[in-house]
């Protein structure tokens, strides 16, 4: 079983910037792609990034584009999420996902994740 598990939440103003870590057991966390989600009170879970098990791919969300960026290493079994100039529609609880896969390719849908995080909350004040 793999566990994964978020850190770096908290509460900071519109502009300013958070970095969020995951970490997923297991010693194979190279062959995990992964993916960061959100959800917000009353709205369904989102895609927001994902990464492919070398990292060489990535894909964003629109909303997202140019503000967020994610990155993972691999020796730390850690994918990181840097979020710049926030904005209070950025708030929701962010959640880690990982699925393992034998091929470098990124997943956008929940549904393709097999383990995710407990989540950890992100309040992004006006």
């Known amino acids: 079983q793999v566990q994964v598990v978020e850190s770096g939440g908290g509460l900071v103003q519109a502009g300013g910037s958070l970095r969020l870590s995951c970490v997923a057991s297991g010693r194979t966390f190279s062959t995990y792609a992964m993916g960061w989600f959100r959800q917000a009170p009353g709205k369904e879970r989102e895609f927001v990034l994902a990464i492919s098990r070398s990292g060489g791919s990535t894909y964003y969300a629109d909303s997202v584009k140019g503000r967020f960026t994610i990155s993972r290493d691999n020796a730390k079994n850690t994918v990181y999420l840097q979020m710049n100039s926030l904005k209070p529609e950025d708030t929701a609880v962010y959640y880690c996902?990982?699925?393992?896969?034998?091929?470098?390719?990124?997943?956008?849908?929940?549904?393709?994740?097999?383990?995710w995080g407990q989540g950890t909350q992100v309040t992004v004040s006006s």
């Open positions: 996902a990982a699925r393992p896969f034998r091929s470098d390719i990124i997943f956008l849908s929940p549904g393709e994740y097999t383990y």
